[in-house]
């Protein structure tokens, strides 16, 4: 199996996963997006909006 570099994904790709895991796991979304707040230092609007850009251009943070 060939390795996977974490650190060349692009945020876009990784995103999704994240929501998959906590949903598994019995959590939101919101919660996922509280720590990605907190961690980046975005705010609400101005993470969807790079999400958003990111979404359409298929690029990452």
Not at 10 to 27: A, C, G, M, S
Not at 37 to 45: D, H, I, R
């Amino acid at each position: 199996m060939p390795k996977y570099n974490i650190f060349a994904a692009k945020f876009t790709d990784i995103y999704p996963l994240y929501i998959q895991k906590v949903e598994r796991k019995n959590r939101t979304k919101g919660e996922v997006n509280q720590i990605i707040y907190w961690l980046t230092g975005y705010e609400s609007q101005l993470f969807t909006d790079q999400r958003g850009c990111m979404w359409d251009q298929g690029g990452g943070i």
